[in-house]
């Protein structure tokens, strides 16, 4: 499967964006899809991610932020993230595969990155 992540851009403390994630081929429904993100200087990290069956996982200082969420019609993945501050600055990532959790390592396919830059 092949994804696109789209929606990143300039926005200001304790504002919104909602990025998506656009998969090729008909077996999207089939995988779990997560969002990661990685800052300069940092490594990728985990923020959140949605089984196949609409079960959720969060990272901690995302809780109650972002919400992830999924269309298998439209074969297209999202991360609505709000109140966001400039911590969430980053390069982000969406992600398939078979494996329902946290680690990177773990998932089968990427997109290429989509830039978010909250300013203070």
């Known amino acids: 499967v092949q994804l696109q992540a789209s929606g990143g851009g300039l926005v200001q403390a304790g504002g919104s964006l909602r990025l998506s994630c656009a998969a090729s081929?008909?077996?999207?429904?089939?995988?779990?899809m997560g969002w990661f993100r990685q800052a300069p200087g940092k490594e990728r990290e985990f923020v959140a991610v949605i089984s196949r069956g609409g079960n959720t996982l969060y990272r901690d200082s995302v809780k109650g932020r972002f919400t992830i969420s999924r269309d298998n019609a439209k074969n297209t993945g999202y991360l609505q993230m709000n109140n966001l501050n400039p911590e969430d600055t980053a390069v982000y990532y969406c992600?398939?595969?078979?494996?329902?959790?946290?680690?990177?390592?773990?998932?089968?396919?990427w997109g290429k990155g989509t830039l978010v830059t909250v300013s203070s």
């Open positions: 081929g008909r077996t999207f429904r089939s995988y779990v």
């Open positions: 992600a398939a595969g078979t494996y329902y959790g946290g680690n990177p390592q773990y998932m089968d396919y």
